[in-house]
Every structure is written in structure tokens, then in C-alpha cells.
């Protein structure tokens, strides 16, 4: 859902975030205003780009900024876990919000990110110089079909989440095939966000979980899914007795309930 199509609840949302914000430790005050300041040109004006605590910042769409914003606000508890954290694997890494989070908020000296849709793709090359970056779907199948709703590519997934939507192919690989992550020794945090094939992603990296001291997911409890919250817990818990250790963010439906969760698991 676009953010336009509510502006109660956007105004709600927004201003909201902004008080979540301005209370994050570990950022200078002005750098914090400046952000603020920043979101609200952005959504009036639409520039493709801003800068943004000292690194120009680019996005597709007219909320990019602002859903930058909630990306800090709901993982900044992860620097209770993480605080300089060297290598962060993101799998779902859209135009990398989280790439960016991580670099400025858990200080991670490399970050590597995953995308398979392409417009996202593009300007995650813009917002990382191109650097540990994929074009890939993470999945146990070579071709994967991904369908991206109307005016929101936050939520390109396997499985139907809107009414309208476009199609896109993307090339699947297993995470465990891959050779710049195989020749990593270790693996401070690995983050899925993938709307609903999290379970999929993650069995594709058996080996890869071997080397991860924390695992951020996006698990899935009232939506179209390959596996959801139990299932999950279940299966991180039976490949490297990994339990759940926090909860971040909860997704809400339109009524109220709880669609996804965000679930930081570890030894």
C-alpha cells in the first residue's frame, strides 16, 4: 500500500517514527534533526537522492527516506547484540536500507547484500558503489518468479500479496553455493527479509547458519508463507540449536493483527 493512499495513517506513522527516532542513542542530536528535516523534503519534493549523515543516499520511491527512517527505528535494539559488527549478510536487501543502517548505526566494516528485483537492484549499486552486492534470488530453485505489487516494490515476493501486481524472473541460487559467502569464517549477523519465503532462504544455508553468531528474520504468522514462525524457530533450532533471544518489529494488518514479526535468534 502506497503511503499516499491513507495520509491519516501516514501522518500518524510518520510522526511517530520521528519520536522513535530522536531517541536512538549513538547518533549526534543534529544528525538526527537533519534526517528528520530531510524525510519531510523528501516527501514533498521527490528528489531521487539526499544526503544523509554524510553519505549521499538514493531511492526509488517517494517515501524512500522515510522508510529509511523506520529501518533505524526498529533495529537500533540489534546494537544490543551487535555493536560493531564486521560482517552482515542481507538477504532481501531492496534498495539497501538495512545495507546503510548497518554501516552507520552497528559500524559493520562489509556488508552483503541480496537482490533480485531489478530496479532495486540498480539502486542499491548507487547506495553501495557496487560493492558485495547480488542480483540474485536466495532459493532452492534456479529461476524464481517474483511478484511485485503495484507501486511498492518493499513487497516483491514469491507468493501473491496483492491484487495487482507485476512479474519478474529472477535467477535463484542457494546461499551455500556461493562463493564469496563460502569463504567467509564468520558471520556476525544474517538479516532475511524475503515477505514470506524466509524458510526457503534459510535452508539454503545450513553451512552458511554454521558461521552466524546472530540471525534477524521476518517470520511470518497470518500471510502466504513457506514456513512461518514455528516452523522456523523449529527448523533454526534443530540445525544449530539457535532460540530466539529478542523480538523487533511487529507487522500489522489493516484490522489490527499481526501479520509478520521480526525474531532475532542466536546460540
Given at each position: 500500500m502506497s503511503w499516499?493512499?491513507?495520509?491519516?495513517?501516514?501522518?500518524?506513522?510518520s510522526v511517530g517514527y520521528d519520536l522513535d527516532f530522536l531517541q536512538l542513542p549513538h547518533l549526534r542530536l543534529?544528525?538526527?534533526i537533519d534526517f528528520v528535516v530531510k524525510k519531510y523534503f523528501s516527501l514533498i519534493t521527490h528528489p531521487t537522492s539526499v544526503s544523509i549523515m554524510g553519505k549521499k543516499y538514493f531511492y526509488n520511491e517517494r517515501a524512500g527516506v522515510a522508510f529509511l527512517q523506520s529501518v533505524f527505528a526498529d533495529n537500533a535494539f540489534l546494537i544490543n547484540y551487535c555493536p560493531s559488527a564486521k560482517i552482515v549478510i542481507d538477504i532481501?536487501?531492496?534498495?539497501?536500507?538495512?545495507?546503510?543502517?548497518?554501516?552507520?548505526?552497528?559500524?559493520?566494516e562489509?556488508?552483503?547484500?541480496?537482490?533480485?528485483?531489478?530496479?532495486?537492484?540498480?539502486?542499491?549499486?548507487?547506495?553501495?558503489?557496487?560493492?558485495?552486492?547480488?542480483?540474485?534470488?536466495?532459493?532452492?530453485?534456479?529461476?524464481?518468479n517474483l511478484l511485485i505489487p503495484n507501486n511498492n516494490s518493499y513487497m516483491a515476493s514469491v507468493f501473491k500479496l496483492a491484487p495487482v501486481f507485476t512479474l519478474e524472473k529472477a535467477e535463484g541460487k542457494k546461499l551455500d553455493e556461493i562463493r564469496q559467502i563460502n569463504r567467509l569464517s564468520r558471520i556476525d549477523l544474517l538479516k532475511i527479509d524475503t515477505?514470506?519465503?524466509?524458510?526457503?532462504?534459510?535452508?539454503?544455508?545450513?553451512?552458511?547458519?554454521?558461521?552466524?553468531?546472530?540471525?534477524?528474520?521476518?517470520?511470518?504468522?497470518?500471510?502466504?508463507?513457506?514456513?512461518?514462525?514455528?516452523?522456523?524457530?523449529?527448523?533454526?533450532?534443530?540445525?544449530n540449536k539457535f532460540k530466539i533471544i529478542d523480538i523487533g518489529r511487529k507487522y500489522l494488518t489493516k484490522s489490527g493483527s499481526i501479520d509478520a514479526v521480526d525474531i532475532l535468534f542466536s546460540l
Open positions: 499516499f493512499n491513507k495520509p491519516g495513517r501516514l501522518i500518524s506513522r543534529s544528525a538526527k532481501g536487501a531492496h534498495t539497501g536500507q538495512f545495507n546503510f543502517f548497518c554501516k552507520h548505526y552497528l559500524k559493520a562489509n556488508v552483503y547484500s541480496f537482490e533480485p528485483i531489478k530496479q532495486s537492484f540498480k539502486t542499491l549499486s548507487l547506495n553501495t558503489q557496487g560493492k558485495n552486492i547480488f542480483p540474485w534470488a536466495i532459493a532452492l530453485s534456479p529461476s524464481v515477505e514470506g519465503s524466509e524458510l526457503e532462504v534459510l535452508k539454503t544455508c545450513q553451512k552458511t547458519l554454521k558461521k552466524a553468531k546472530y540471525v534477524l528474520v521476518e517470520c511470518s504468522l497470518n500471510r502466504p508463507n513457506s514456513g512461518d514462525l514455528t516452523a522456523i524457530s523449529e527448523f533454526l533450532y534443530h540445525t
